[in-house]
């Protein structure tokens, strides 16, 4: 496996994913997001939405989704928030995008 990442931003467009994606992003996944999203997307804890649904966040335009994944959210009335990269600081944008990415690719309603 090799990843080369551009240098440049990709702010502009659409990330340019490696072929290896879902490999990649599983392993992020596994990583930093399951243990509160679970395995299907669907929550394992209470207090955590299911994000797979028809119609549901993941339908939300790349840059909404990383914006909040980032930042963290809390949509109102919600018992718990979503933590700023999901708590791994490590993280890049262009980890959440690859996780993106991952979860549309991964979760069906
Ligand atoms: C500590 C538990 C926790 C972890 C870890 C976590 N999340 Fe979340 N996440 C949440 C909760 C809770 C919400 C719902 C927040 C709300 O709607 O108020 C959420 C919401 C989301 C949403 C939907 C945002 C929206 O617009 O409704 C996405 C996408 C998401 N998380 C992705 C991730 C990814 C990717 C990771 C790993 C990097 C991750 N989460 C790690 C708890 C977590």
Redesign the pocket.
Known sequence: MSFVYPTTTHAAGPPHLAADVSTTGRA??E???????GDDGK?S?P???D?TGAG???T?PDR??IR??LNG???????????P????PG?TER??AT??D??RSTFKP
């Not at 990269?85 to 791994?88: C, E, L």
């Open positions: 992020l996944f990583g930093s997001c399951i243990m509160c999203h929550g804890m207090g955590v939405p994000i549901g966040p993941l939300q909404m989704l909040r994944m959210f809390q949509s109102p009335g919600s018992p718990m928030a979503m933590p990269k999901g708590g791994n993280l980890d959440l996780l993106v991952y979860m």
